[in-house]
């Protein structure tokens, strides 16, 4: 798969996303995780370009960065699509205490709310009407299994959206054995299976262009 073009086209504050910036008609695929997760490192590989800025402090993603991606190739053929990818702020720790805490959390919840395409959409039966049409994908450091900060994202994510897939980064830096481990502790915890990522070593990127392309185009395995 190739990646035809990559556009910043916001970066959302607390009071939401700009009216008509999130186009009904496209995906959205929303990247949510604790501070220092690695969410900006994994959109730079993903895209293979720096477009999120990253750093080792933690909380430095203060806004929500919405990207208008169009990319070539995937699952359902060769075709071109364009999908939104968004980098949300992390949560768990800000620099400036809990105001700044509050301030990040805001962000987060004005993004869910103004994004119709990944929130539970039912009939008058009560049933679904409508697959979503995008994710939301939860990062989860490998090396920091069934932290209560990440179950209580899932949570938070899961009443306000469509519940996330888990995504479990930074394996490269787990041996083995402390990766086997782990990943079936996450899965225990989360209750699916994760995909595990090294935005450093490029393993699954290739998986998770899968899932987003799948989505975004509506294709059946």
Same mark, same amino acid.
């Not at 720790?93 to 959409?121: M, N």
């Not at 990062?139 to 900060?149: F, K």
């Given at each position: 798969?190739?990646?035809? $073009? ?5 970066? *959302? ?11 009904? @008609? +496209? ?14 490192? #994994?959109? $730079?590989? +993903?895209?293979?370009?720096? =477009? ?10 203060? #806004?929500?960065?919405?990207?208008? =991606?169009?990319?070539? /190739? /995937? &699952? /359902? ?9 968004? @980098? +949300? ?15 990040? !959390? *805001? ?12 929130? &539970? ?28 900060? %990440? ?16 995504? =479990?980064?930074?394996? %490269? ?8 481990? $782990? #990943? ?6 989360? /209750?699916? &299976? &994760?995909?595990?990522?090294? !935005? ?7 998986? #998770? ?13």
């Amino acid at each position: 798969m190739k990646i035809v $073009n990559v556009e910043l086209v916001t970066s *959302a504050s607390k009071d939401g996303p700009r009216k008509g910036v999130l186009r009904d @008609d +496209l995906s959205q695929f929303a990247f949510a995780g604790r501070s220092n997760v690695g969410k900006s490192s #994994l959109l $730079n590989a +993903l895209l293979g370009q720096k =477009v999120a800025r990253t750093s080792a402090a933690a909380g430095k993603t203060r #806004l929500a960065s919405i990207y208008r =991606v169009t990319a070539e /190739g /995937g &699952p /359902g053929g060769s075709g071109a699509w364009t999908t939104f990818l968004v @980098d +949300l702020p992390g949560y768990g720790y800000a620099r400036g205490g809990e105001e700044s805490v509050q301030e990040l !959390a *805001a962000v987060v919840d004005a993004y869910f709310a103004a994004s119709q395409r990944l929130r &539970p959409r039912f009939d008058s039966t009560g049933g679904p009407a409508q697959k979503p049409r995008g994710a939301v994908f939860l990062l989860v450091d490998s090396r920091h299994p069934g932290l209560a900060a %990440d179950v209580d994202a899932h949570r938070r994510i899961s009443t306000m959206a469509i519940p996330p897939h888990i995504v =479990v980064t930074k394996v %490269d830096k787990l041996s083995q054995s402390e990766r086997t481990r $782990n #990943l079936r502790e996450i899965e225990r915890v989360f /209750g699916q &299976p &994760p995909l595990a990522v090294s !935005a450093a070593r490029g393993e699954g990127l290739h998986e #998770l262009w899968r899932v987003m392309a799948k989505l975004a185009r509506d294709v059946e395995d």
